[in-house]
């Protein structure tokens, strides 16, 4: 008879044991990798390709709550990312919560936030990054990304289908994506939450009297910019092909911002106008009744970011909204530009998703 027992609560105990690995089965989301084809991005100068990569992060309950729809995080990548940026660690020194699946399981586990489907676009373009807008050289990203994608969620995924439940997100390039998405489009985001947003303004590290600006004057070719290993030389050329493209221009395509005149560098039309159009902080004004429209804006950055821009032009989107009366919040953290996003005090984990959470799971 004690043997017996023994064995039954043996047996008990590997039910229990089953029981709880299949639990926490259950509460793993996964990811989807995927392409989707852009008529937004075909037969462009550049040769982009309009096949893009999608990963996509579904919840939990997604494949056993068959009838549940889900709000949904739009996550854009920065310059010279793209989607599977966000499906490695970004440093080996955070450990755990250090992708995308890693953060949403353990929150979702955890009770720190809700179940939300999480889209990430690949966006990079032959030059390094799209800057999310619509351009004749490289395409009409803000179409594909507004318009496509979130067309292609909504009928295919079981989305929450109205802008209440949809954000916007993105670091560097994606944060000046995800402000200038959603002050252009809140009929489609209601949210917008920006992490080091290169909000491309002049200012900081960044000015017509850069070295490295002169030195694109004097380019040939893509491999003469490569052959420097210098960010913002050939960043320059990407930002022009987003924010001045000229079509009849090779062989970058665009027209610059700033020439050289008796030995100084000064502005240049059309581009330099061009390029403050693009500019977040110029667009305050002209998109005012829309961002007063949108449920939350914030956006972050780093005291030592090691492009000094970014946290100089940020105090600036901020003090502009304010003074247009826009509710939002921005603040500035010890760290640089990617060093505190992940791990368990991660940005992300503690401030980004719990922020969409709060505003749209109703």
Not at 21 to 30: E, I
Not at 118 to 132: A, L, R
Not at 171 to 185: E, N, Q, R, V
Not at 299 to 322: H, K, M, W
Request: one cysteine or more; hydrophobic letters at 35%.
């Amino acid at each position: 008879m004690k043997f017996q027992s023994r064995a039954v609560k043996l047996f008990a105990s590997f039910i229990v044991l089953i029981l709880f690995v299949a639990g926490l089965h259950a509460q793993t989301g996964k990811i989807i990798r995927e392409k989707l084809h852009s008529r937004s991005l075909e037969k462009t100068v550049t040769g982009e390709s309009a096949d893009r990569n999608l990963s996509i992060y579904l919840p939990p309950s997604y494949e056993t709550s068959t009838e549940k729809r889900y709000p949904v995080i739009y996550l854009l990548h920065g310059i010279g990312d793209t989607d599977e940026t966000f499906l490695r660690p970004w440093s080996d020194k955070n450990p755990g919560f250090a992708t995308v699946q890693e953060v949403m399981n353990s929150g979702i586990g955890a009770g720190k936030f809700g179940e939300m489907i999480v889209v990430m676009p690949d966006e990079k373009t032959n030059w390094f990054g799209s800057f999310y807008v619509n351009s004749t050289v490289t395409g009409n990203w803000e179409d594909f990304t507004v318009h496509e994608l979130v067309e292609y969620m909504d009928g295919k995924y079981r989305t929450l289908a109205n802008p209440k439940n949809r954000g916007i997100a993105g670091h560097s390039m994606g944060g000046y994506g995800a402000l200038t998405l959603s002050m252009k489009h809140p009929e489609v985001f209601s949210a917008a939450y920006a992490m080091n947003p290169a909000i491309i303004d002049w200012g900081g590290d960044l000015t017509i009297e850069s070295p490295a600006l002169e030195f694109v004057l004097g380019a040939k070719s893509y491999d003469d910019l490569l052959k420097t290993g210098d960010l913002y030389k050939m960043g320059v050329i990407t930002l022009a092909q987003a924010f001045s493209p000229n079509p009849q221009k090779p062989p970058f395509f665009v027209d610059l911002p700033f020439k050289k005149v008796n030995g100084r560098m000064v502005p240049d039309e059309p581009g330099f106008t061009r390029w403050r159009e693009h500019s977040p902080i110029r667009m305050v004004v002209k998109y005012r009744d829309n961002l007063q429209k949108l449920s939350g804006i914030r956006f972050d950055s780093g005291y030592s970011d090691e492009f000094q821009f970014i946290p100089v032009n940020c105090r600036a989107f901020s003090s502009e909204l304010t003074n247009n009366g826009i509710d939002h919040r921005f603040e500035e953290y010890n760290g640089d530009h990617r060093n505190r996003l992940w791990g368990e005090k991660g940005r992300f984990y503690n401030e980004v998703v719990p922020f969409f959470w709060t505003l749209l799971k109703n």
